[in-house]
């Protein structure tokens, strides 16, 4: 495999773990959504080049870019107060609330 080979596979692979890690962080916020009484959420992928999700609840929709999810995950400290590292879907959260009001 030459140079090039590598860094495209590289570069898929990098895309392929994102997705999974910020699908997996989504369906944790739906499972906890659900969860809740009277909530009916839902999350669907709608683009793969740049990654974007639909989230539904209660009639209600947004959607979510990676770059969003690219800038939360910048802004959140490596780790809280108690030394314990911050997850995703604590600023995904922030940004549901922010899209919804």
């Known amino acids: 495999m030459d140079d090039w080979d590598e860094k495209i596979k590289k ?18 916020l739906m499972v906890e959504l659900r969860a809740r009484q009277g ?17 539904l609840i209660q009639g209600r929709c ?23 590292k911050l997850p995703l879907l604590d600023g995904i959260k922030k940004l549901l609330v922010e899209k919804f009001n």
């Open 11 to 28: 570069a898929f692979d990098v895309h392929v773990e994102k997705k999974v890690n910020i699908t997996s962080a989504l369906n944790s």
């Open 39 to 55: 909530l009916k959420p839902n999350v669907e992928q709608i683009n793969e080049y740049p990654l974007v999700w639909r989230i």
């Open 62 to 84: 947004v959607d979510i870019s990676e770059e969003e999810i690219d800038d939360i995950r910048d802004s959140l400290p490596s780790f809280n107060s108690s030394g314990e």
